[in-house]
C-alpha cells in the first residue's frame, strides 16, 4: 500500500517556524518531483512548493517565497517544508504529493496524503 503521511504541523503565533516532514512507504519516490499543497478553510487548494526528483530544480508560490524552504531526502524517501516567519494567512491543511514530473497544477500529483494542520494565530 503506498502511503504519504504528513507531520509537524501545530499551532503557533505569527512570526514562528514549523518544518513539516512527508515520509513515503510502499514504493520509493526518488524518480518522482514532490510538491506541497495547502488548503485553508473555504479555500480552494493551491500550490505551496515543488523540487524535482533530483532536487535540482525548485519552485515556489510567490506568496512564500523567501520564508518556505523545500528540500528532500531520496534515501529517506521523505520531502520536507520548512516554513519560518510564518503568518495567520498561512493557516492551512498542508498535504504533501507526488508527481511524475515539477508543476503547479494538482491534477498532475498521483499521489497524496492526508494532511497536516497548520494554525498560526496574532
Known amino acids: 500500500q503506498v502511503r504519504l503521511v504528513e507531520s509537524g504541523g501545530g499551532w503557533v503565533q505569527a512570526g514562528d517556524s514549523l518544518r513539516l516532514s512527508c515520509v513515503a512507504s510502499?514504493?520509493?519516490?526518488?524518480?518522482?518531483?514532490m510538491g506541497w499543497f495547502r488548503q485553508a478553510p473555504g479555500k480552494e487548494r493551491e500550490f505551496v512548493a515543488v523540487?524535482?526528483?533530483?532536487?535540482?530544480?525548485?519552485e515556489y508560490a510567490d506568496s512564500v517565497k523567501g520564508r518556505f524552504t523545500i528540500s528532500r531526502d531520496n534515501a529517506k524517501n521523505a520531502v520536507y517544508l520548512q516554513m519560518n516567519s510564518l503568518n495567520p494567512g498561512d493557516t492551512a491543511v498542508y498535504y504533501c504529493?507526488?508527481?511524475?514530473?515539477?508543476?503547479?497544477?494538482?491534477?498532475?500529483?498521483?499521489?497524496w496524503g492526508q494532511g497536516t494542520q497548520v494554525t498560526v494565530s496574532f
Open positions: 523540487i524535482s526528483w533530483s532536487g535540482g530544480s525548485i
Open positions: 504529493a507526488a508527481s511524475p514530473r515539477s508543476g503547479y497544477y494538482d491534477g498532475t500529483y498521483d499521489y
Open positions: 510502499g514504493r520509493t519516490f526518488s524518480g518522482e518531483a
